[in-house]
């Protein structure tokens, strides 16, 4: 099969919006409507180094797709459209229909068109890059937090790093740790509520402690945090317990949960999101003027994950 | 190093708008002026398979940027921004600093900003997302070629291919071809200036002869052109008449020219265009109501390149 019939068979589907030019030309063309920004962000997933070996090709694209959404949300932004720059190591029909399907069921329910791509053979790696939109100047940034806001962390962590630790032990984990694992829901509706209540925010897909220390550091300050407030799911709470690693949940990565910096006089709004949005907004810790971060109940600062 | 410090270090450039946020947030942020649309591609070259292992950082980076670089100018859009995936086996200090310096100075020469990027370790490949900018509804497509129209290609064909073809056979090429090979210069302000004056264009990195193909396909038109009319370098035809192979510059690839259609009233502009930008613009052909693609002189129709 050609590039051609390859991208027409799976990847060619109908357009959101059917006035912008898609898969077919040297480029998508797509209009943005005045008082809008683009926020564009992308990622890249290698087999053996972000999902083991025998992962589904399902799985793979509702990952890749989802952890770009992800970057999308911690900016507050709409997802609008992505391309996608997928590498494989031989032609393989089957593997294609699922990853096509699994990747357009996703991309139909954020609403967001594949405008482009590019087929090359090789070691299985998917690279997708997002682009959404947000109103001109409203975009939460990391460079924006205050010093009293509140700090806030959407679900619970470490759920991720708990199911790739077991899977990398030889151990099945559950069906509840590998679900946040392989297919991790990004938090769109909930950045995109955070427009006008958070003054910062980021996803912590590299772990909350490095994460919350990009807005510290972007936005000049400190925070103060308290281990028994980060919000753990009953596993990764009974790991905790047995092993006192901490640093699971606090730098193990892979949560696509939303970290934000909430002022005061946001509080009732924030109320009004969690309960409309139902979804469990937790309270860690404040920021402050003095640019230190103190996380209550921690001996030690933990190795952060490391690309190289 | 870790994923941060690499990308401060060697890829934090001062951005040429610094009303956008680039790199250092989950998205990077950039306004779009009104009345203009959209045009993006993406596209991977990885070793091995787009350019031999020996090949240097810098060419790698200027051979990335300027193929994606293409795709705009066959649209006649003007480059805005672009992201990097790079997967590298190792960190190797020397080849980022070689790759940095000569992707910025091609950067900078199209006033392209690098605005996003992801950085993996894996088998050694590349991705750009490029995105331009073209006046609403101006964008040069395939599809909109008309019967009557003269059929033009820029510069020579054939010249990359050939150098490809003399290091798969383990001897070297001529600077000239394999400046062709290594470091294409993307036809950026030839496709602008056809803005108003073509009717289809499309850049011809699979070959003229299926690339041509395309624009018929999508214009549903023929096309008669003639191998005597073919603009050849005089390596590339000493060649063709040493072999008869003429599938080489018809469908060997790795063109990063632009083949366009231009109807009769804008003959004098386009030979404005050619005399103002001092470059080669050959007619070959004319576009046919009649949906056949004859190649005057070809005995059989050439094997296209195949991804798979």
């Not at 932004?77 to 069921?105: D, G, I, M, R, V």
């Not at 807005?215 to 281990?227: H, T, V």
Request: charged share 20%.
């Amino acid at each position: 099969m050609n590039e051609f019939d390859l991208i027409e068979k799976y990847f060619n589907w109908a357009r959101i919006n059917p006035a912008d030019i898609g898969i077919g030309d040297d480029c998508a063309l797509i209009s943005i409507e005045p008082g809008y920004q683009l926020a564009t962000s992308v990622d890249t997933l290698i087999e053996d180094v972000h999902f083991p070996k025998n992962t589904s090709a399902a799985d793979i694209a509702y990952k890749v797709l989802s952890v770009n959404l992800s970057d999308l949300a911690a900016m507050g932004a709409t997802p609008k459209y992505f391309t996608l720059a997928l590498t494989l190591p031989e032609f393989n029909e089957p593997w294609l229909q699922e990853f096509s399907t699994s990747l357009k069921a996703l991309a139909k329910q954020y609403k967001i068109n594949l405008l482009g791509g590019d087929t090359t053979k090789g070691q299985l790696s998917i690279t997708i890059n997002v682009t959404g939109v947000v109103p001109q100047n409203k975009a939460l940034l990391r460079s924006s937090a205050k010093a009293g806001d509140a700090i806030f962390v959407s679900n619970t962590v470490g759920d991720a790093a708990l199911a790739w630790k077991q899977l990398q032990q030889g151990n099945q984990p559950s069906q509840s740790l590998l679900k946040q694992f392989n297919t991790p829901k990004p938090q769109v509706t909930l950045g995109q509520a955070l427009v006008g209540v958070a003054n910062a925010c980021i996803d912590i897909s590299d772990g909350l402690e490095q994460d919350l220390g990009h807005i510290l550091e972007r936005s000049e300050l400190g925070a103060q945090i308290d281990l028994a407030d980060i919000p753990l799911s009953e596993e990764v709470a009974n790991y905790v317990q047995e092993t006192n690693d901490w640093c699971l949940p606090l730098a193990g990565g892979d949560d696509y949960q939303l970290c934000f910096t909430v002022p005061k006089e946001k509080t009732s709004a924030l109320k009004e999101i969690e309960k409309e949005l139902n979804i469990k907004l937790t309270k860690i810790g404040v920021i402050t003027e003095q640019q230190d971060f103190e996380i209550k109940g921690l001996d030690k600062a933990c190795q952060s994950y490391q690309h190289f």
